[in-house]
């Protein structure tokens, strides 16, 4: 029996992945579990593997190209003794590592059939992967011109249609589950911002001077190319305005040089300056809401979860954001978990896809370069980016009971970058401020 197999559902809000090479041809025979495919979702990789045993019969994609979730990209001759009732197939890895995902998919192929293909008759069946009425949980399902119409008027996107359980036949969405989620809908979920074109400038391109066997040229990857439209379209999207403040983080300093070996000791983490700067914006924020936001056209999203990216850089010099989410909810013990966890992730490209989503606010240490201080770039669609700079010893007035006296103490300058449509000065300011605040009046009694 002929298997369809379709491009799995990597992650939350995630509609397309990129093919980063086949670990089998056609014609040769692969075992259930067995993995297929590698393949790219945002900057993470994953493993995707075969549901059924059997012969590859067709493969309709080829490397690097970009499939929407749900289609079709390979037949295979499903070997005797698997279902027969099952005629396609999509897998649920959800970005796990190789082994957690086959097991999920294992066990997600015995409890659930094939998801539905669009109807025929549906207008929509052949239309844009970005379209409401495109991909669904697990597939591709039909969706109906009511549903495309609820959507449509309440501003739902693909990604939270995708989200929705539906109670009708094959999972099947109905109109009392959407006008259901709409009840208890928080906050959008953020649709991938569509890059436009920029008008074309009639400045003429400048001439790069290249010298055979002198120079040489290096094609950039997958994840700098991706990095460098991120880059692009942050800054033509919004008006950046970068604050600084200097900060003496002297107790800051002293209490962690003095506490760093007893707190590894007693929570088996190590205790670097990360969770600190983490716990320090996530109360900021909770101070200053409106600099936890996302903008859209004209309207605001303010983000009632306080997810904290870090900005990270790989071993290969290309750049990735992991995230601390619900950062304002956990103690110093926990933030350290998250923050050493994520970070050797990064660096040993284990990251899963759910853990580069979802940031309302990010932070870049700059101070491990050994900058003094930065101007960030945002991370859209966030509306503000907080950069770390290095903390330098430096003689510095300060004021005690005998009046004004010269003393070495621990400075670091702090960078805010915003978005000028939403975040006037006042706003950015006042919260740049409290984040100094919270690091210079460091509680030196605090426990863990």
């Known amino acids: ?18 093919v980063i090479s086949w670990l089998k041809n056609v014609g040769d025979f692969i075992a259930a579990e067995e993995t297929l495919l590698e393949v790219a979702t945002d900057k993470v990789d994953s493993e995707v593997p075969s549901p059924v045993s059997g012969i590859i019969k067709e493969i309709r994609f080829q490397k690097n190209d970009v499939v929407p979730v749900g289609t079709v990209m390979a037949l295979i001759e499903a070997s005797e003794g698997e279902s027969q009732s099952q005629s396609s197939v999509t897998p649920e890895t959800s970005g796990l590592p190789a082994d957690q995902g086959r097991s999920q998919s294992q066990s997600q192929s015995q409890t659930q059939q094939s998801a539905q293909v669009a109807e025929p008759s549906s207008p929509y069946a052949s239309a844009a992967p970005s379209s409401v009425a495109q991909l669904r949980q697990g597939g591709t399902t039909f969706l109906s011109p009511l549903i495309i119409s609820i959507a449509q008027k309440e501003n739902l996107s693909i990604e939270e249609l995708q989200l929705i359980p539906g109670s009708g036949a094959d ?15 928080k906050y959008p979920v953020q649709s991938k911002p569509v890059v436009q074109n920029p008008p074309t400038s009639s400045y003429p391109k400048p001439k790069i001077n290249y010298t055979e066997g002198k120079d040489y040229i290096i094609e950039m990857d997958r994840m700098r190319k991706m990095i460098a439209d991120h880059m692009v379209y942050s800054k033509q999207t919004s008006p950046h305005v970068t604050s600084y403040l200097e900060v003496d983080v002297t107790d800051l300093v002293a209490w962690r040089n003095n506490h760093k070996e007893a707190f590894q000791a007693k929570t088996g983490q190590k205790l670097t300056f990360t969770p600190l700067f983490v716990e320090a914006v996530a109360k900021a924020i909770q101070a200053y809401p409106l ?7 004209t309207k605001i999203y303010v983000r009632k979860d306080i997810n904290i990216g870090m900005a990270t850089a790989l071993p290969t010099g290309n750049l990735i954001v992991p ?6 909810t ?23 896809p759910e853990q580069i989503q979802g940031s309302t606010f990010t932070i ?17 669609p966030e509306v503000a980016i907080l950069a770390f700079g290095i903390i330098k010893k430096r003689p510095e007035v300060i004021t005690t009971d005998k009046g004004d006296e010269i003393a070495i103490r621990s400075m670091m300058f702090l ?19 409290k984040v100094g605040d919270y690091l210079e009046q460091f509680d030196t009694n605090t426990t863990y």
């Not at 369809?4 to 809000?13: A, D, I, N, T, Y």
């Not at 870049?364 to 859209?380: C, D, E």
């Open 171 to 185: 999972g099947r969405l109905q109109k009392s589950d959407v006008y259901q989620y709409l009840k208890n809908r």
């Open 1 to 18: 029996m002929i298997i369809e197999f379709k491009m799995p559902k990597l992650g939350e809000s995630i509609a397309e992945a990129t």
């Open 330 to 352: 956990k103690d110093l013990a926990a933030l350290a978990s998250d923050v050493n966890q994520l970070a050797e992730s990064a660096r040993t490209n284990t990251l899963k």
């Open 291 to 297: 600099i936890n936001v996302a903008v859209e056209d």
């Open 323 to 328: 995230v601390v989410r619900n950062a304002d």
């Open 364 to 380: 870049s240490n700059v101070g491990t370069f050994g900058s003094l201080m930065g101007t960030p770039i945002i991370n859209q």
């Open 415 to 433: 960078s805010l970058s915003f978005d000028h449509r939403v975040v006037d000065g006042f706003l950015g300011g006042s919260f740049l401020r």
